[in-house]
């Protein structure tokens, strides 16, 4: 594209402007390839002035002599759709682990009928519950009639013939590769950002939105159960790139158009 053509886009005046599009992030300072985070419905920055005036006192009536206009800050809003664990340890604060598949032969547990028994490790398969003072000596209890097996752990029946409240049980199972996310064990993430969009007002166009350095905050809300999508809500600071320099050359962000 030649220099005329780029000065061409400049001066256009009609833009209706309706983005799609991909975010990308990586960890500001580092090297590696920005990843994208998935869908995103919201992205915004917004700008907060410090507005410094000086009265004029020259005549009747008042009104503004002078004034100086200095950018408070900047920040950045998303409204995250897809709520994989990268997203959630970023806007939670968390720790993700991994833990690998395994087998469990006598947990133990107390009963009471109607209650559940959360065990160590989620999604049990190939359950054994038996009852007991001791693991080594105790009789296996059959599901039917006593107890269920769901993902969060053993159900007992409210009407267990084969159970008694107090009863000391052992439970034996079988676990898959699972992922978990410690919240509010990190502090928070400063990442370099990339906004990939397209105009569907104007053909599609590209528009390329870096920020350079942002902070992100933690989710303002985390909706675990509601009746429509959750979404994760963040917001952070765009703070200054001190690897940035040069006249004219922003050390916040950069917007690119065709």
Request: hydrophobic letters at 40%; a neutral charge.
């Amino acid at each position: 594209m030649t220099l005329a053509a780029a000065q061409a886009i400049i001066s256009r005046v009609f833009r209706p402007t309706m983005n799609v599009g991909q975010i990308y992030v990586r960890p500001y300072g580092s090297n590696t390839p920005h990843m994208p985070i998935g869908n995103v419905l919201e992205l915004g920055l917004e700008h907060t002035e410090q507005v410094i005036t000086q009265a004029n006192m020259t005549q009747l009536g008042g009104g503004v002599h002078s004034e100086v206009r200095r950018v408070q800050e900047a920040k950045i809003k998303m409204k995250i759709a897809d709520l994989n664990l990268t997203n959630m340890a970023r806007a939670c604060q968390g720790t993700l682990g991994a833990v690998e598949a395994g087998t469990v032969t006598a947990e133990g547990h107390t009963a009471q009928l109607g209650g559940l028994l959360r065990l160590k490790h989620m999604s049990p398969t190939s359950v054994t519950v038996k009852k007991g003072e001791a693991a080594e000596a105790a009789t296996e209890v059959t599901a039917a009639g006593n107890f269920e097996v769901r993902p969060e752990g053993i159900y007992l029946l409210p009407t267990a013939a084969g159970i008694s409240n107090a009863e000391k049980l052992w439970v034996g199972y079988s676990y898959g590769a699972y992922a978990v996310m410690e919240a509010l064990t990190a502090k928070a993430v400063e990442l370099d950002i990339v906004f990939g969009g397209l105009n569907e007002a104007d053909s599609g166009n590209p528009q390329i939105v870096e920020i350079f350095r942002a902070s992100q905050g933690v989710t303002s809300a985390l909706a675990l159960l509601n009746s429509g999508f959750a979404a994760l809500d963040v917001a952070g600071t765009v703070l200054m790139d001190p690897t940035k320099t040069g006249v004219g050359i922003s050390k916040y962000y950069k917007v690119s158009s065709t």
